[in-house]
């Protein structure tokens, strides 16, 4: 046989499916080095208290994910933007009284600005994360990242600090100037793991007949890019080449996934570019996404798990109809779907308003009356404009639609 | 002059900016390589163009992925100059790239050079961040990085109608989002405890943060570190 050339090899290897060997995994083990660095002191290790759930990562180690006692580590981006999404995932929480704490004591990771800007450096970064991570240390929670982004910032920053010592102890100079310990958790959780863990449970609890509907979905580059190990991947889910995060729950709810060419493709965020170059961001999601997804496959609607994706696949999509090209699919995270499913109400909780490409044809497809949960939302927002109410509380949101009808 | 086996180097670029000198490129690429960062992040380049047919940058701009690692495993100044000038803003930090198959990061790699930037004052990356200081600013003194009172129909006209109708409605919408932290916040995502903040301006100062933020932008770190330095003396 002739010998392969070097593209040829890589060509040869890639057309192979990963095999999920932990003990022939490319990379290290963190976990590892870890326990490695808590043994010398270095380090406070933070483990999970209470129930938690195994799963699989992409070369095979497994992952442990928490049930409850989960700090919610919240997402610039979706808090300013889409609240939904955050509401959604305490929400979920809420209906199995699963304890949570929904912290102040929190700043962004300020990857965003990181990843835009380059204004910081490695050991500004890791002590943001550190100082982060001890004060959910402190309350006794565990961490559960809402933000793709921070997600894989946090999981790149750990990388950083098991390699190289001069780091770790810079920032724990900075660290014992606040009287904080360098606090690592045994594992870097995302929440949309977290729902994954849950589609079961959400499942049994489903109100919502979601089998009319086709999505496709979008994985966030920063869940599965970045440190890609680290990623939940499941043999049932496109036979385990994938990750298996929002599809495995949409595929739970009976709603039928579609698969498109471009599944891999970013959505075109660019970080700086949404903000002050959006031709780059528009044109992407437009052109290589969305357009792709409708000439494919046509979805109803289409999922994904970070904030960034969310925004830029949605507000993406106005300008583009001027220039008469094939839009108009509404975009949710994975939590709002799941709690849309549960009953969760469409403007108190799910949070549709705040969404700006045309959402009814598809709550209408699901049968539910989005125009009388609007006027309910509309009751609230006029006695909040008269200073009769002070605000939405979750006693208004906590109960699901179909029950209170 | 004329080629020799020694100085045969094919594809090693031109000199395209006589206006800085060799030495000047150099020792901006000897500060790229000595971050702790680069052995993580190059481990060579088998110029197998993987990297490039993912990379979203690569569809939209003349952008490589290839060529930064390439330029960087082959240690070529001249372009790693032109990569510096010229390229790295237009990177998407989506690290589709990271699927080399010689385990680089040229994601990574742009980071560091757009660092190595922003220390040494070029002017290229003061122009691609105009117009971006407000949320440097927002970042750090707020420990949120976006906020809804950003959403102005003047920023974001292409946003369409709903950001008119949003802007109309934010302080009342803000209310009714039953998330205690994040209800009725407008100029900041959530609500971030003061001794929280104080510690992030530690972080700022004590990480060398704001020497960066001096080089990229004097009025901006004046600003910053006057609030700053007020709020950590008054404790
Ligand atoms: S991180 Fe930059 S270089 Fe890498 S694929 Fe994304 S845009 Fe391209
Ligand atoms: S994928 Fe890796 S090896 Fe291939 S061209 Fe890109 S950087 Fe070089």
């Given at each position: 046989?002739?010998?392969?050339?070097?593209?040829?090899?890589?060509?040869?290897?890639?057309?192979?499916?990963?095999?999920?060997?932990?003990?022939?995994?490319?990379?290290d083990?963190?976990?590892?080095?870890?326990?490695?660095?808590?043994?010398?002191?270095?380090?406070?290790?933070?483990?999970?208290?209470?129930?938690?759930?195994?799963?699989?990562?992409?070369?095979?180690?497994?992952?442990?994910?928490?049930?409850?006692?989960?700090?919610?580590?919240?997402?610039?981006?979706?808090?300013?933007?889409?609240?939904?999404?955050?509401?959604?995932?305490?929400?979920?929480?809420?209906q199995?009284?699963?304890?949570?704490?929904?912290?102040?004591d929190?700043?962004?990771?300020?990857?965003?600005?990181?990843?835009?800007?380059?204004?910081?450096?490695?050991?500004?970064?890791?002590?943001?994360m550190?100082?982060?991570?001890?004060?959910?240390?402190?309350?006794?929670?565990?961490?559960?990242?809402?933000?793709?982004?921070?997600?894989?910032?946090?999981?790149?920053?750990?990388?950083?600090?098991?390699?190289?010592?001069?780091?770790?102890?810079?920032?724990?100079?900075?660290?014992?100037?606040?009287?904080?310990?360098?606090?690592?958790?045994?594992?870097?959780?995302?929440?949309?793991?977290?729902?994954?863990?849950?589609?079961?449970?959400?499942?049994?609890?489903?109100?919502?007949?979601?089998?009319?509907?086709?999505?496709?979905?979008?994985?966030?580059?920063?869940?599965?890019k970045?440190?890609?190990?680290?990623?939940?991947?499941?043999?049932?889910?496109?036979?385990?080449?994938?990750?298996?995060?929002?599809?495995?729950?949409?595929e739970?709810l009976?709603?039928?996934?579609?698969?498109?060419s471009?599944?891999?493709?970013?959505?075109?965020?660019?970080f700086?570019?949404?903000?002050?170059?959006?031709?780059?961001?528009r044109?992407f999601?437009?052109?290589?996404?969305?357009?792709?997804?409708?000439?494919?496959?046509?979805?109803?609607?289409?999922?994904?798990?970070?904030?960034?994706?969310?925004?830029?696949?949605?507000?993406?999509?106005?300008?583009?109809?001027?220039?008469?090209?094939?839009?108009?699919?509404?975009?949710?995270?994975?939590?709002?779907?799941?709690?849309?499913?549960?009953?969760?109400?469409?403007?108190?909780?799910?949070?549709?308003?705040?969404?700006?490409?045309?959402?009814?044809?598809?709550?209408?497809?699901?049968?539910?009356n989005?125009?009388?949960?609007?006027?309910?939302?509309?009751?609230?927002?006029?006695?909040?404009?008269?200073?009769?109410?002070?605000?939405?509380?979750?006693?208004?949101?906590?109960?699901?639609?179909?029950?209170?009808? | 002059?004329?080629?020799?086996?020694?100085?045969?180097?094919?594809?090693?670029?031109?000199?395209?900016?006589?206006?800085?000198?060799?030495?000047?490129?150099?020792?901006?690429?000897?500060?790229?390589?000595?971050?702790?960062?680069?052995?993580?992040?190059?481990?060579?380049?088998?110029?197998?163009?993987?990297?490039?047919?993912?990379?979203?940058?690569?569809?939209?701009?003349?952008?490589?992925?290839?060529?930064?690692?390439?330029?960087?495993?082959?240690?070529?100044?001249?372009?790693?100059?032109?990569?510096?000038?010229?390229?790295?803003?237009?990177?998407?930090?989506?690290?589709?790239?990271?699927?080399?198959?010689?385990?680089?990061?040229?994601?990574?790699?742009?980071?560091?050079?757009?660092?190595?930037?922003?220390?040494?004052?070029?002017?290229?990356?003061?122009?691609?961040?105009?117009?971006?200081?407000?949320?440097?600013?927002?970042?750090?003194?707020?420990?949120?990085?976006?906020?809804?009172?950003?959403?102005?129909?003047?920023?974001?006209?292409?946003?369409?109608?709903?950001?008119?109708?949003?802007?109309?409605?934010?302080?009342?919408?803000?209310?009714?989002?039953?998330?205690?932290?994040?209800?009725?916040?407008?100029?900041?995502?959530?609500?971030?405890?003061?001794?929280?903040?104080?510690?992030?301006?530690?972080?700022?100062?004590?990480?060398?943060?704001?020497?960066?933020?001096?080089?990229?932008?004097?009025?901006?770190?004046?600003?910053?570190?006057?609030v700053?330095?007020?709020?950590?003396?008054?404790?």
């Amino acid at each position: 046989m002739t010998e392969l050339t070097t593209v040829e090899q890589i060509l040869e290897r890639k057309s192979h499916p990963v095999i999920r060997d932990a003990s022939v995994a490319p990379t290290d083990d963190m976990h590892d080095r870890l326990l490695e660095l808590e043994a010398k002191g270095e380090i406070v290790l933070q483990r999970m208290k209470g129930e938690y759930v195994e799963f699989p990562t992409k070369y095979g180690r497994i992952k442990k994910i928490p049930i409850q006692h989960t700090w919610h580590h919240k997402s610039c981006g979706h808090c300013g933007h889409i609240p939904g999404y955050a509401s959604s995932i305490l929400w979920l929480h809420r209906q199995f009284n699963l304890d949570y704490h929904d912290p102040t004591d929190q700043t962004s990771c300020t990857g965003w600005n990181y990843y835009a800007s380059s204004a910081s450096n490695a050991v500004g970064q890791a002590a943001v994360m550190s100082r982060n991570f001890a004060a959910a240390y402190e309350t006794g929670y565990f961490p559960l990242i809402h933000c793709g982004t921070s997600f894989g910032h946090y999981k790149e920053i750990r990388e950083q600090l098991v390699h190289h010592k001069e780091l770790r102890d810079e920032v724990r100079r900075i660290l014992d100037k606040m009287g904080k310990p360098l606090v690592i958790p045994e594992e870097i959780v995302h929440y949309s793991e977290w729902v994954y863990a849950m589609r079961d449970k959400f499942k049994e609890r489903q109100l919502v007949d979601m089998s009319q509907i086709t999505a496709t979905v979008h994985p966030a580059c920063h869940y599965y890019k970045i440190v890609a190990e680290d990623a939940i991947f499941d043999p049932e889910i496109y036979g385990g080449q994938r990750t298996a995060v929002v599809t495995a729950l949409l595929e739970s709810l009976g709603i039928n996934v579609a698969d498109y060419s471009t599944w891999f493709d970013c959505c075109g965020f660019g970080f700086r570019h949404v903000l002050v170059q959006r031709d780059f961001t528009r044109s992407f999601a437009v052109l290589r996404k969305i357009e792709t997804m409708i000439n494919e496959v046509n979805p109803d609607l289409t999922v994904t798990h970070d904030t960034g994706c969310v925004t830029t696949l949605d507000k993406s999509q106005f300008a583009a109809k001027a220039h008469d090209r094939k839009v108009g699919i509404p975009v949710l995270s994975d939590a709002q779907v799941a709690a849309l499913a549960m009953g969760a109400h469409p403007f108190r909780v799910v949070q549709f308003h705040w969404h700006s490409t045309d959402w009814r044809p598809f709550l209408e497809k699901l049968g539910i009356n989005w125009q009388k949960y609007w006027d309910e939302f509309q009751n609230d927002l006029d006695q909040i404009k008269a200073g009769t109410k002070s605000g939405i509380t979750w006693e208004d949101a906590d109960k699901p639609i179909h029950l209170t009808a | 002059m004329p080629t020799t086996f020694e100085n045969w180097n094919p594809g090693k670029a031109e000199n395209r900016h006589p206006e800085a000198t060799y030495e000047e490129k150099e020792r901006l690429f000897l500060e790229v390589k000595n971050d702790v960062r680069y052995e993580d992040f190059l481990y060579g380049c088998y110029e197998c163009g993987i990297c490039v047919s993912t990379c979203p940058s690569a569809r939209f701009y003349d952008f490589s992925p290839r060529v930064i690692a390439q330029a960087m495993a082959r240690e070529d100044v001249e372009r790693i100059y032109d990569i510096i000038t010229e390229d790295i803003w237009n990177c998407a930090q989506c690290f589709s790239c990271v699927r080399c198959p010689r385990q680089n990061n040229p994601g990574g790699l742009v980071t560091i050079l757009r660092e190595v930037s922003l220390k040494n004052g070029l002017q290229e990356s003061k122009d691609a961040l105009q117009g971006y200081s407000r949320v440097i600013y927002k970042v750090m003194l707020k420990g949120n990085q976006v906020s809804p009172d950003m959403l102005q129909p003047d920023f974001f006209p292409d946003w369409g109608p709903w950001v008119q109708n949003f802007s109309q409605n934010m302080h009342v919408w803000r209310k009714a989002i039953p998330m205690d932290s994040i209800r009725g916040l407008t100029d900041v995502a959530w609500r971030t405890d003061r001794k929280t903040l104080l510690e992030l301006y530690t972080i700022w100062f004590e990480s060398g943060n704001m020497d960066i933020i001096k080089e990229l932008d004097e009025s901006l770190y004046d600003l910053l570190t006057d609030v700053m330095n007020e709020e950590l003396e008054e404790g």
